[in-house]
């Protein structure tokens, strides 16, 4: 049982254009959530993140949003950029702060051309 | 910033032989360390959370005596797949904690291609 899931499994844009990445999850427990950022060939890189006492967090050229109604949550990148392309993995904790226990979806590979 | 270290990236080899991978944390003291399974198109899945000095706790499903871990130091975690066979298969990523400060997100490492012949 997926209880985090990206269902677009990958996402083509223009470079200057907005990339949203988004993300659903099954657990009304979950109070945490992350955006991972990977490359081939190499782990994933902590990307911003958002409490559940918030619906929306920014930092430079990404936000993310929270919908805890609707148990969806998405990142958008703006302006996306060719090195942004990379797979792009959300990921929740029933705790506020605590990443011991990270739920990851399936991914979606975005890919930014010029 | 934090780096994790994990070595090796890729091992291939013959069915029953046991592989061991290593995970450093090379700026900081990792209290906890956690170890990752992803197979093709799938999710990152926790195998089992290492903390220093004590035994590791394995997520249900997965075997302890098939998945020996190891967190002597508080930089240093090892995995051993023991006798490994080909649905071992996958790539298996470690990332680490600094604990005691709960805003911190987990440190990946580059992870492991494990194939099993």
């Known amino acids: 049982d997926q209880q985090v899931k990206q269902n677009s499994p990958s996402l083509s844009v223009q470079e200057g254009r907005i990339s949203i990445l988004n993300c659903d999850y099954t657990n009304s427990m979950f109070d945490y959530f992350l955006w991972y950022k990977k490359y081939p060939a190499e782990g994933p890189t902590f990307l911003i993140s958002?409490?559940?006492?918030?619906d929306k967090n920014e930092d430079g050229r990404f936000t993310v949003f929270l919908n805890k109604s609707a148990k969806h949550l998405s990142l958008h990148i703006v302006p996306s950029q060719p090195g942004d392309s990379a797979v792009y993995f959300c990921a929740a904790s029933p705790e506020i702060y605590n990443t011991d226990k990270l739920i990851f979806g399936t991914g979606t590979r975005l890919q930014v051309f010029p | 910033g934090a780096v994790v270290s994990q070595h090796p990236s890729r091992v291939i080899c013959k069915s029953g032989t046991s592989v061991k991978i290593e995970c450093r944390s090379l700026?900081?003291?990792?209290?906890?360390m956690f170890w990752y399974r992803q197979f093709p198109k799938q999710s990152l899945m926790l195998m089992a959370t290492?903390?220093?000095?004590?035994?590791?706790?394995?997520e249900q499903g997965v075997e302890k005596d098939k998945f020996l871990i190891n967190h002597a130091s508080l930089t240093l975690s090892t995995l051993t797949v023991t006798s490994a066979h080909p649905e071992d298969s996958s790539f298996y990523i470690c990332?680490?904690?600094?604990?005691?400060?709960?805003?911190?997100?987990?440190?990946f490492g580059d992870g492991t291609r494990l194939s099993i012949l």
């Open positions: 990332s680490a904690s600094r604990g005691g400060d709960s805003n911190q997100p987990q440190h």
């Open positions: 958002i409490s559940s006492i918030k």
């Open positions: 290492s903390n220093e000095g004590s035994k590791a706790t394995y």
């Open positions: 700026d900081f003291q990792a209290t906890t």
